[in-house]
């Protein structure tokens, strides 16, 4: 069974910094496409960032280019998302998720094109 489980939210001031880690289990990690995703309260699920199985391929949400940054450890099962420079309007419930495809050539960003979720962590930004 394949698990997600999604670490590193919690509540900092704005221009504060957060590193969200999501650990992967139940199948081969290194061979999936990872992404983030966030939610905040009343509005859809929307994309952050993705990274490819082989990490050499990144994608990010426009607005969120320079601020966020995904990378991932495929010897510990890991993808990470490194939040920099937080403003109040990036409260919400962060996702990380698993691709469907194996070795996909490229990364995508949509909900559906993900099979596997986390149960989400919060987090907070005051101003």
């Known amino acids: 069974q394949v698990q997600l489980v999604e670490l590193g939210g919690g509540s900092v001031q704005a221009g504060g910094s957060l590193r969200l880690s999501c650990a992967a289990s139940?199948?081969?990690?290194?061979?999936?496409?990872m992404g983030w995703f966030r939610q905040a309260p009343g509005k859809e699920r929307e994309f952050v960032a993705a990274i490819s199985w082989n990490g050499d391929s990144t994608h990010y949400a426009d607005p969120l280019k320079g601020r966020f940054t995904i990378s991932r450890d495929n010897a510990k099962d890991t993808v990470y998302l490194q939040l920099n420079s937080l403003k109040p309007e990036d409260t919400a419930v962060y996702f990380c998720?698993?691709?469907?495809?194996?070795?996909?050539?490229?990364?995508?960003?949509?909900?559906?094109?993900?099979?596997?979720w986390g149960q989400g962590t919060q987090v907070t930004v005051s101003s």
């Open positions: 998720a698993g691709d469907r495809v194996p070795r996909r050539n490229a990364v995508v960003f949509t909900t559906t094109s993900y099979l596997y």
């Open positions: 139940g199948r081969t990690f290194s061979a999936y496409a």
